[in-house]
T-cell receptor, first 106, second 116 residues
């Protein structure tokens, strides 16, 4: 499959655990943030987004938290499953982070 | 509903050649964005087209160009290929464009371009 990033930060969790993936952004004026999931050999898949006027947004098993004070974004995945194994990256407008490789151990 | 399709999936070219990649968006989507993904730089925005007009452009040289047709299909062209252009080129479609909140972008599988 595609190796979308060399020397990516990695997170390894056990199936059923909760996962937290972090992202720092640089532009304090950024208004819109998105989390994507990219599985090997596939294009990115939209997970969840959030506007800067919100601190938290929840989806199905995922929650995005935005801390504008420290310019930090996090993605929480509840009850992580093997199918969640992928590279996750955040986007600040049209600027994308390098990603975090999440590996879920059965 | 068919997803975003990109052709070809794999391409090998030599330096100095040019290449044209094609993207067919999801039916009804009017926005198509193009991205370059490399291990070193990650995912970088190239440009966005909406209703046949380029609406946003990333920081890439003029060798990278694109266009959109009346049926929303889009092509991107890279002229005078360089080794550093080797990458996965992704396109994404959406109803209203990347900047519209809660307006999901759907990515295609990408075209893997190798420049020798």
């Amino acid at each position: 499959g595609e190796n979308v990033g060399l020397h990516l930060p990695t997170l390894s969790v056990q199936e059923g655990d909760n996962s937290i993936i972090n992202c720092a952004y640089s532009n304090s004026a950024s208004d819109y943030f998105i989390w994507y999931k990219q599985e090997s050999g596939k294009g990115p898949q939209f997970i969840i987004d959030i506007r800067s006027n919100m601190d938290k947004r929840q989806g199905q098993r995922v929650t995005v938290l935005l801390n504008k004070t420290v310019k930090h974004l996090s993605l929480q995945i509840a009850a992580t499953q093997p199918g969640d194994s992928a590279v996750y990256f955040c986007a600040e407008g049209l600027t994308f982070g390098k990603g975090t490789l999440l590996t879920v151990n059965p | 509903k068919a997803g975003v399709t990109q052709t070809p999936r794999y391409l090998i070219k030599t330096r100095g050649q040019q290449v044209t990649l094609s993207c067919s968006p999801i039916s009804g989507h009017r926005s198509v964005s193009w991205y370059q993904q490399t291990p070193g730089q990650g995912l970088q925005f190239l440009f966005e087209y909406f209703s046949e007009t380029q609406r946003n452009k990333g920081n890439f040289p003029g060798r990278f160009s694109g266009r959109q047709f009346s049926n929303s299909r889009s092509e991107m062209n890279v002229s005078t290929l360089e080794l550093g252009d080797s990458a996965l080129y992704l396109c994404a479609s959406s109803l209203a464009g990347w900047a519209v909140a809660y307006n999901e972008q759907f990515f295609g599988p990408g075209t893997r371009l190798t420049v020798l």
